[in-house]
T-cell receptor, first 111, second 114 residues
């Protein structure tokens, strides 16, 4: 079954606004990664956050991790039309665990 | 950080032919590799798991004779789609993990069968 579940499934905002998407998971993890996928294109790695980290930043991206709630959030600040894409979280518990993806959030940023 | 490279990024092949997709771990030894498939507007679903030197373990519903997986070295795994048909057109992604590393994903390969 899917480990990560993104919320919302779809998000439509205006350029300049912030976009927040969430990922919930079921089992303990070693790390969680966020990826972007433009329509018809490959995956682009955004951020990896480990279980002992609570927040990471990369440019306009901010990722938080709450292991007590088994959830993570991805915040894109001052969104741009070029941010339009699907965003996936992928969880990894290490060892023999199989890394799994959530269903993704489809973000549309209107210019 | 660790890098996983897939090749090719996209490929178009004729129906009935076979196509091979490579997945390489560039700076670590990948003891385990995973292959995923993404259907349009859906998430990535696991197809199979392979450990170096062993036969791949396929998920239920995945035809092992159609999707041949080879993991002959610690840095390379290949997925061969045999006798491809239009319904095999999809996005395929690999992931690699070392003994003491996290799992990292390749950028994916878009296969179109015409």
């Amino acid at each position: 079954s899917q480990q990560g579940e993104e919320d919302p499934q779809a998000l439509s905002i205006q350029e300049g606004e912030n976009a927040t998407m969430n990922c919930s998971y079921k089992t303990s993890i070693n790390n969680l990664q966020w990826y972007r996928q433009n329509s018809g294109r490959g995956l682009v790695h955004l951020i990896l956050i480990r279980s002992n980290e609570r927040e990471k930043h990369s440019g306009r991206l901010r990722v938080t991790l709450d292991t007590s709630k088994k959830s993570s959030s991805l915040l894109i600040t001052a969104s741009r039309a070029a941010d339009t894409a699907s965003y996936f979280c992928a969880t990894d518990a290490g060892g023999s665990y199989i890394p799994t993806f959530g269903r993704g959030t489809s973000l549309i940023v209107h210019p | 950080g660790a890098v996983v490279s897939q090749h090719p990024s996209w490929v178009i092949c004729k129906s009935g032919t076979s196509v091979k997709i490579e997945c390489r771990s560039l700076d670590f030894q990948a003891t385990t590799m995973f292959w995923y498939r993404q259907f349009p507007k859906q998430s990535l679903m696991l197809m199979a798991t392979s450990n170096e030197g062993s036969k791949a373990t396929y998920e239920q519903g995945v035809e092992k004779d159609k999707f041949l997986i080879n993991h002959a070295s610690l840095t390379l795994s290949t997925l061969t789609v045999t006798s491809a048909h239009p319904e095999d057109s999809s996005f395929y992604i690999c992931s690699a993990r070392g003994t003491y590393t996290e799992a990292f994903f390749g950028q994916g390969t878009r296969l179109t069968v015409v």
